[in-house]
């Protein structure tokens, strides 16, 4: 199975201020056809994951444009421009090549 | 909009069955697979297993191989998950999302609300 790590476990953050979570994946998530299957999460508490980026940087639908996914083959990055109170939560990374899907253990966000 | 909505909580004996639905609405619900992602209490997603709406084609987990069961209804557009020989392992919040093969298009972009199920004697 692809095993993926994201670090940090946790941040802290003050309004405002930007925030970055790396993720890892121990195999390329490079599909033949050219796209990276990539995927973020928010789950905000009490409530199951939405979904923010697919294909590595690609925006879900009214995802804010202060979310953005970047990297490729094996190394990704979940940039927050400016961390608002509603993006408290944890974020999860998923590749989505591979069968069986495999998640990064969740960074959790919190405000300062 | 698309709308998945779960059955409610469940409470389980050790060693007894659990079956969860999903009903969906708002998209061709056999032009999806639905896939199934459980949450024990503090812990991260576990991907349990997707099944295809179209075919029945089913993919799961190796863990769960041989204990759970992933069907779909189209005449109802609903989703069920089995999972048998239940173990206070088995406590967690379970997910279905909207799936299908990541290069088709955007895959498990929408999720029900989870159902918990708790395993106690």
């Known amino acids: 199975d692809v095993v993926m790590t994201q670090t940090p476990l946790s941040l802290s953050v003050t309004p405002g201020q930007p925030a970055s979570i790396s993720c890892k994946s121990s195999?390329?998530?490079?599909?033949?056809?050219?796209?990276?299957?990539l995927y973020w999460y928010l789950q905000k508490p009490g409530q199951p994951p939405q979904l923010l980026i697919y294909?590595?940087?690609r925006r879900f639908s009214e995802v804010p444009d202060r979310f953005s996914g970047s990297g490729s083959g094996t190394d990704f990055t979940l940039k927050i421009g400016r961390v608002e109170a509603e993006d408290v939560g944890i974020y999860y990374c998923?590749?989505?090549?591979?069968?069986?899907?495999?998640f990064g253990q969740g960074t959790k966000l919190e405000i300062k | 909009q698309v709308e998945l909505v779960q059955s409610g909580t469940e409470v389980k004996k050790p060693g007894a069955s659990v079956k969860v639905s999903c009903k969906a609405s708002?998209?061709?619900?056999?032009?999806?697979?639905i896939g199934w992602v459980r949450q024990a209490p503090g812990q991260g997603l576990e991907w349990m297993g997707r099944?295809?709406?179209?075919?029945?084609?089913?993919n799961y987990a190796q863990k769960f191989q041989g204990r759970v069961t992933m069907t779909t209804d189209t005449s109802t557009s609903t989703a069920f998950m089995e999972l048998r020989s239940l173990t206070s392992d088995d406590t967690a919040v379970y997910f279905c999302?909207?799936?299908?093969?990541?290069?088709?298009?955007?895959?498990?972009?929408?999720w029900g609300q989870g159902t918990l199920v708790t395993v106690s004697s």
């Open positions: 708002g998209y061709s619900f056999d032009n999806y697979y």
């Open positions: 998923m590749q989505g090549l591979h069968l069986p899907r495999t």
């Open positions: 999302a909207r799936d299908r093969d990541c290069s088709t298009g955007v895959c498990s972009d929408y």
């Open positions: 195999q390329s998530l490079l599909h033949s056809g050219g796209k990276t299957y």
């Open positions: 294909e590595a940087s």
């Open positions: 099944t295809s709406s179209n075919n029945g084609d089913t």
